[in-house]
């Protein structure tokens, strides 16, 4: 008899809990809405750690496609949760409504803090322009993909399926991270303009013969000539222009069952909704913690609290010594933004001011912090946020270096204080989220339906070995020879894969 | 709740698929891609590596001429901030995405926790002999007296607020609370008397020529495994050394690792020793006794075998909880003596033997001997 008991009365502490967390989510709404946060309306779901920890591995969406990766995450997040070692606090969704989950085991304070920076990412996600493209309803799009690969795998089998999405997933990464704002790559894409002969240079009617020459100039015809030659020419070429989104070209182009073409479009739907998040993490994190932050203190804190929220509050800042924590950063990058604009420290007067004093005690009263926040929140992403608000000053009071491997001693060695360098390799870092850019530059080479790609070589080689692997991917798709042209240790080159044997050629003796 | 089900059982098909995969049964095309991380544990002066395995799909990244980032904190140029690694991946981290490498420290107790999850091992069940009582101290009352490494601070500030309260001298504005001698309160123990639960490992290693340099870091890790194991299920335990090539004498750890003889092999010198041992200082009733021999596997002659079963079967079975042979695969070894345990003892359950082809196979050859519980 004493079971049932037992189990009603943990019952009601659930319940409990809820309730109190359902008080506090209505409180810390109100606060957001009164600084003037307009977060998606939010449901709380809330977890037991196991569920946390499954729930992440896929992303955030139960409901995902199956497939091992997500059980290789979930096997590192249970061993890191195991063995204490790390701990998911927070895991929120871009989703209309948005989903957030919190952690059944959290004290009271943890969750106040978490539905803080909850509200914080979902007003990001809302008002940010680089998401204003994504996918509101993804939960129901996601719980699609899941259905239809399920679908896949029961027609075409486990191993040829899997085998494809293996494929697909290694070349996940080639779309056009920074077009993520435009609705260009939604646009239906099937123009067909008429051909142009190659004659037809339209000549203005000249009322006496002799004058034909002076109104129609040789000179002017040749040359009309030869821009419609030109523009004939580019329509030859296939792509018109070189095109980074690659993942939409094969879905296009390459000879596919149309299975193999779903999953590809699933592939790039998803990387496409997930670039965003990727593409302003230093704001998006920056932007909840600071808001979490200032609900805290200024409103939703208890006194019994304090020590607490400091102390997990402090710990989500934490640094390793030479790492950048995205939140860390972030946070202290929309403070300097705010102090700035509200003490009118901007513009060209305090630029051009050389006297140190005068710009430490700058204060011209402003009060435009608040308005600048918000402005900037809508439509900068991680790259022109760096761009425009990273400082010298910032750069010298937070102490940020660039650091290099030093092959000798082979360790990582502190190799520059200076401001542009350390920008310069933060911008770097941001530009394509990282990945190196890799163009279709012909999908129809020597003519013989290979396909080219070109690396845009920026100082920085590719892994060869992986690239290969990659190639060799990229051929299960085009199922014609591939090709990407690159530069190794300074020499320009081209990596070739025809299915049998990987080539290599050396592109300076051949004069390409 | 049934959503909750229905979640669980999802993710556990992904992850037992990528166990698969992992372990090589399947999709045998994305071995090459498999890498062994790791989450790092420190266990005293010692790291320690709890093994995660990854599998990463190859995507067009930057290769090895891009070992630089940005980092925050104090430092000149030229200051160090990481070690480099050994084959030229990965870095400091931070801005670099897809670093698994976490530090932390862990206690034996936990490593012995986490080798028994991964293995899967069962939890020891001793022999019964709970007629041995030892006294044991547990700190679970509370005194007025005592010394003040003791002191228990919360009860003493509840003893002082108490006062301030009663007495009227607590000022809710200026809430300072200050003990004075009756306040203090202490951790004081009990004795308890608690059943003993002993047990020696014996280790017993061939240190003849051909025992190489290769098969005694091999002995070593399994060891340092086995010890660990052991130590988290006994309260008390020994460990004893013996090695032997034509003859058997009992050694120091340090030695035991390190010796090199050459020679020939008689094993039967080696049990001799450990059956002399344990009837010197290891009290059947009193001791849970495990006996490991390592050898490649070569021994004299089919009459030094014969008498070294003898030994087991006379001196040693009734008397040990399990005898565990390891036999370490050498270039020179012929293996024959692990066939001959078993020919021999063919149902014995308190012979374990495991054949560790190398170093990989450490886990699968702890499991075949701790893997019985007993």
């Known amino acids: 008899m004493s079971q049932p008991a037992k189990h009603r009365e943990t019952q009601k502490k659930v319940l409990s809990q809820a309730d109190q967390l359902r008080r506090a989510q209505d409180e810390i709404l109100k606060y957001a809405h009164a600084y003037g946060l307009q977060p998606f309306r939010t449901v709380f779901e809330l977890v037991s750690h196991d569920e946390m920890n499954e729930i992440a591995s896929y992303g955030g969406f139960p409901t995902r496609y199956p497939h091992w990766r997500f059980g290789m995450e979930y096997e590192e997040l249970q061993k890191g949760y195991s063995w204490g070692l790390q701990k998911i606090y927070e895991l929120v969704i871009n989703n209309d409504p948005c989903y957030a989950y919190l952690m059944k085991s959290n004290m009271m304070v943890d969750q106040k803090m978490v539905i803080a920076h909850v509200y914080g990412h979902s007003d990001f996600f809302r008002n940010n322009m680089w998401f204003s493209q994504t996918n509101r309803r993804m939960i129901d799009e996601i719980a699609n993909h899941g259905t239809r690969l399920r679908r896949h795998v029961e027609r075409y089998g486990q191993e040829n399926v899997e085998g494809f999405l293996d494929a697909a997933l290694s070349l996940e990464s080639l779309i056009d991270y920074h077009s993520v704002y435009s609705p260009h790559r939604r646009r239906a894409r099937y123009e067909f303009a008429e051909e142009h002969e190659a004659s037809g240079v339209h000549k203005l009617k000249a009322q006496k013969g002799y004058m034909d020459r002076f109104i129609n100039p040789p000179e002017f015809l040749d040359a009309q000539r030869k821009k419609i030659e030109e523009q004939f020419q580019k329509k030859k070429r296939f792509p018109e222009e070189p095109t980074k989104d690659i993942l939409e070209f094969l879905i296009e182009y390459a000879p596919l069952d149309n299975w193999q073409r779903d999953i590809l479009s699933i592939v790039r739907e998803e990387a496409y909704y997930f670039a965003p998040q990727a593409l302003t993490k230093i704001m998006n994190e920056g932007w909840a913690t600071y808001w979490h932050a200032k609900i805290m203190t200024e409103k939703a804190l208890k006194e019994g609290e304090v020590i607490d929220f400091a102390d997990h509050h402090s710990a989500t800042l934490g640094m390793r010594p030479g790492a950048i924590n995205p939140y860390k950063l972030g946070v202290e990058l929309w403070r300097s933004i705010e102090e700035r604009w509200d003490k009118g420290q901007f513009g060209r007067e305090y630029d051009e001011c050389d006297d140190l004093s005068a710009k430490r005690a700058w204060d011209k009263k402003l009060g435009q912090g608040r308005e600048k926040i918000f402005e900037v929140r809508r439509i900068y992403n991680d790259i022109t946020f760096i761009d425009d608000f990273l400082t010298k000053d910032f750069c010298i009071q937070h102490k940020l270096f660039v650091y290099k491997h030093n092959s000798q001693s082979n360790r990582y060695e502190i190799a520059d204080r200076d401001f542009e360098a350390v920008k310069r390799s933060l911008l770097f870092r941001l530009t394509n989220m990282g990945h190196p850019v890799i163009v279709i530059q012909d999908g129809n080479f020597r003519n013989r339906a290979e396909l080219l790609l070109k690396h845009r070589h920026e100082g920085v080689d590719l892994e060869v070995a992986e690239a290969r692997d990659t190639l060799r991917n990229m051929h299960r798709v085009w199922q014609r020879p591939v090709n990407l042209e690159t530069v190794v240790d300074d020499q320009p080159r081209l990596l070739s894969y025809d299915g049998d044997k990987f080539k290599e050629e050396d592109l300076t003796s051949s004069g390409a | ?374």
Request: charged share 30%.
């Open chain 2, 1 to 374: 709740m049934d959503r909750t089900n229905t979640y669980i059982k999802k993710i556990e098909k992904d992850h037992a698929r990528f166990r698969e995969i992992i372990r090589g049964q399947i999709r045998k095309d994305l071995r090459k891609y498999i890498s062994n991380g790791e989450m790092i544990g420190r266990q005293g002066k010692y790291t320690v590596s709890i093994p995660l395995p990854q599998l990463r799909l190859p995507t067009f990244r930057y290769g090895s001429n891009d070992r630089s980032g940005v980092g925050q904190g104090p430092g000149d140029v030229g200051t160090p901030i990481a070690p480099g690694d050994q084959d030229g991946h990965g870095g400091p981290g931070g801005d670099q995405p897809g670093q698994h490498i976490l530090e932390v420290d862990l206690t034996i107790a936990e490593l012995a926790q986490i080798l028994g999850e991964e293995l899967s091992l069962p939890l020891i069940k001793p022999k019964d002999r709970s007629s041995i009582l030892i006294d044991h101290e547990k700190y679970t009352g509370i005194a007025r007296v005592g010394p003040e490494s003791l002191r228990h601070f919360k009860r003493t500030y509840r003893e002082a607020l108490k006062r301030a309260v009663a007495t009227g001298t607590y000022d809710p504005t200026n809430p300072v609370i200050i003990p004075v001698r009756e306040d203090k309160r202490y951790r004081s123990w009990k004795v308890k008397e608690m059943p003993q639960n002993a047990a020696v490992i014996i280790y017993m290693m061939d240190v003849s020529g051909s025992m190489g340099d290769e098969q005694k870091e091999i002995v070593r890790t399994e060891a340092f495994w086995i010890d660990t194991w052991l130590r988290s299920q006994y309260k008390k335990l020994e460990t004893r050394y013996i090695v032997h090539d034509a003859a058997a004498k009992e050694v120091d750890r340090e030695t035991f690792y390190h010796l090199k003889e050459s020679g020939g092999t008689k094993i039967s010198t080696a049990y001799q020793l450990c059956s002399e041992l344990i009837r010197k200082d290891y009290n059947p009733m009193e001791w849970n006794i495990y006996p490991f021999h390592f050898s490649d596997g070569d021994n004299w002659g089919s009459e030094d075998t014969k008498r070294c079963m003898e030994i087991l079967s006379d001196d040693l079975f009734p008397r040990v909880n399990v005898f565990c042979y390891g036999q370490v695969k050498s270039a020179y070894g012929s293996g024959q003596f692990k066939k001959d345990l078993d020919d021999r003892f063919p149902k014995n359950e308190q012979l374990l033997t495991s054949e560790i082809r190398d170093k990989d196979s450490i886990p699968d050859s702890i499991k075949d001997f701790l893997g019985t519980g007993k």
